[in-house]
């Protein structure tokens, strides 16, 4: 058996690929039994779908008109903080609540019937939305004029031509004030000046003239810009008493649009019902082949439930179908699942899916990550007091049911697993390095980092070269997945690269014993692991080379893989150096909380023991926790997984759909 097809536990959970073929009666009940396993993703077809493009038209509609409801109810809503004391919220319809879970079925061939009817009710309600928000803007905007016009000494039945006179009152900006008086003067026209207007840079001017100078006061008007209050005919001439009748009206329409409201939100909850239905017609249409009398499908499911699809077909369709099940091919995008159980490898996911998904042929770094994250971060944040305060706030954000500063509850539940852990790593560290808040009640079990300064780097260093090591061999194994047995032997992240990174490493070590004299490399004792070194830097220079002649692989011409061999020589020659001593940073980090313990203490002689130890431990919980949660991602995402992760898998994405039992 080919060992992609050994699924261990560290692996994604195992695929099969799937042909199924029904009759064309039996299509939506199929579809629906795959959604219900919420275990099958479809792979969209390579034919054209017969009806597809019709039926995706249609599903495109029914999901406009669910958009075309919110932006209409968004419409009524914006009336109640316009007129709060024409109408209280509370009488207003309530809010649309979440759409109902179960979906209700709509056949694909009662589509367009039920799109027509919905369509004709939202038109129409579109239609009397309409009408309402025009004439509570039109009855508005007559309140706003008789108001104004309130501020002078002219009624409402007196604006317009009256037998000896002509009457008007409008705004004008008060840039414009003084020629429009002087103007006014000229005609003879009595005039009042109103300054307290809403807008602070226009005036409110009421002009009466004589009815035979009315052309020239209308052209005197228009060069002034002056906005004329025009009023309806038919208002009470008592300008107060027309408000409350305005108000009145005002009232009454805005009631209306209560049961206007309950009526789109009646068919919003309607159509809410049906869109996971519809979405999955969407979505199944796009991925069927279909003859005049068959529906083929093709698509992944988990293995562990084809058999649970074989019985659910065979009973829906009376054993009249052709279901082929296959292996995954070397190269295909097989889906991803990771199969991690439990609270505590799940919260770690957040880790790896921030890196990217595992490709189905990797392993599943995230047991890796769950190990050597709390180590790391207890190193650099090795403190009693400190790693409980972690401990506590990552309860805090595991038990909340809430998002929290945009982030969902799901992200922070993961965020607290992996806080509860990195808290408890600090505690034990903290122990280890006798940090207690800080303070130093009692003899660290093992050392202090800040006094056994020699101890901590080679304790962080050593910490690099056994998780490098491990990322190497993770390498190896995902190449042999993949049948990659090459690059597994060869390359820079193979078999030669793991031999040529601990030869190097017992050199180094060597080297620096021996006070970096360079003539150790050829001393009798070394030499056979300098020409180790050597041997497994020759071969990763020759692996593309060798690789595409053990593979029959004629594709690049032998100057190419010169260069690609020089380039992995390099990389490997400088990273691995490099990534190792990015580890130092493991020791910097808990020496560095340990001066902070020393500036604890000095800063103490000033502003008090007490309330310095409270100062600087909640600065170090605010910088330093939260630095070192930093590094700790860092070290495993650029020095570790990059040697071996490549995440760019793809995330299972199954059929889902729960219905409404006998719902049509």
């Not at 914006?78 to 979440?98: C, H, I, K, Q, V």
């Not at 004008?172 to 003879?188: G, M, N, V």
Request: proline share 3%; glycine share 8%; net charge neutral.
């Amino acid at each position: 058996m080919e060992i992609w097809r050994e699924k261990t536990s560290s692996s994604p959970v195992p695929f099969k690929k799937f042909y199924l073929a029904v009759s064309r009666r039996y299509e939506t009940q199929v579809l629906e039994e795959m959604a219900s396993l919420s275990a099958v993703q479809l792979i969209d077809a390579s034919k054209e779908v017969s009806g597809g493009a019709e039926v995706s038209g249609a599903c495109d509609r029914f999901l406009r008109m669910i958009q075309r409801c919110s932006s209409l109810l968004r419409a009524l809503s914006g009336l109640r903080g316009r007129f709060p004391e024409a109408l209280p919220t509370s009488e207003f319809g309530s809010e649309a609540g979440e759409k109902p879970s179960p979906s209700v079925r709509i056949p694909e061939r009662e589509l367009e019937r039920a799109l027509d009817i919905y369509e004709s009710r939202l038109e129409a309600i579109n239609e009397q939305v309409d009408k309402l928000l025009s004439d509570v803007e039109s009855l508005s905007l007559l309140k706003g004029k008789l108001s104004m016009l309130q501020l002078t000494k002219v009624e409402a039945n007196a604006l317009g031509i009256r037998t000896f006179a002509v009457v008007k009152a409008g705004l004008i900006s008060k840039q414009a004030l003084p020629k429009l008086e002087s103007s006014l003067d000229e005609l003879q026209a009595i005039h009042e000046v109103t300054t307290t207007t809403p807008t602070p840079d226009e005036a409110l001017v009421a002009v009466v003239a004589s009815r035979g100078r009315k052309e020239q006061l209308d052209d005197v008007l228009s060069k002034s810009g002056f906005m004329e209050i025009d009023l309806p005919r038919g208002l009470d001439p008592n300008s107060s008493k027309a408000l409350e009748t305005i108000d009145e009206q005002l009232r009454g329409r805005l009631h209306d649009s209560i049961e206007l409201e309950k009526s789109l939100r009646k068919l919003q909850d309607e159509l809410e019902a049906r869109r996971d239905y519809v979405n999955f017609l969407k979505d199944t249409t796009a991925a069927l082949s279909r003859t005049r009398d068959l529906t083929v499908t093709e698509g992944w499911i988990v293995e562990s439930t084809v058999e649970e699809l074989r019985s659910r077909v065979a009973e829906v369709t009376s054993n009249s179908y052709y279901l082929e099940i296959q292996d995954p091919k070397m190269g295909e995008e097989t889906p991803v699942l990771l199969s991690n159980k439990g609270w505590f490898l799940r919260g770690f996911e957040l880790l790896t899916s921030i890196r990217g998904m595992p490709s189905y042929n990797e392993l599943d770094p995230t047991i890796v990550f769950a190990v050597l994250f709390p180590i790391m971060y207890g190193i650099m944040f090795g403190d009693v007091g400190d790693g409980a305060v972690i401990l506590v706030l990552g309860v805090i954000f595991y038990k909340r049911t809430r998002s929290f500063i945009g982030i969902s509850h799901h992200a922070l539940k993961s965020l607290g697993t992996i806080m509860i852990v990195a808290g408890i790593s600090a505690m034990l560290f903290g122990v280890a390095f006798g940090s207690y808040f800080l303070t130093r009640p009692f003899r660290p079990l093992l050392f202090e980092p800040i006094s056994s300064f020699g101890t901590i780097i080679e304790v962080a260093l050593a910490f690099g070269v056994v998780q490098i090591a491990i990322s190497l061999v993770l390498s190896i194994w995902n190449h042999i997945s993949r049948g990659e047995n090459g690059e597994a032997i060869f390359s820079g992240k193979g078999v030669v690269g793991l031999a040529y990174y601990l030869i190097g490493t017992i050199l180094a070590v060597r080297l620096i014993q021996g006070e970096l004299n360079l003539g150790l490399f050829f001393s009798s004792a070394n030499l056979p692991f300098t020409i180790g070194a050597l041997v497994c830097l020759l071969l990763i220079f020759l692996s593309p080379l060798l690789r595409h002649r053990i593979t029959s692989s004629h594709g690049q011409k032998m100057k190419d893989d010169i260069i690609e061999g020089l380039g992995e020589l390099v990389e490997v020659f400088i990273s691995y150096l490099t990534n190792s001593l990015s580890y130092l940073r493991l020791a910097a980090f808990a020496i560095a909380h340990s001066i902070f313990a020393s500036f604890a203490f000095s800063l103490g002689s000033t502003i008090g023991l007490v309330s310095s130890l409270l100062l600087v431990n909640a600065l170090v919980i605010l910088v330093d926790g939260f630095a070192a949660g930093i590094q700790s991602v860092r070290l495993l995402y650029y020095e570790f997984s990059t040697k071996f992760f490549a995440g760019s898998g793809q995330k299972f994405k199954p059929l889902s759909l729960k219905l409404v039992k006998n719902a049509s």
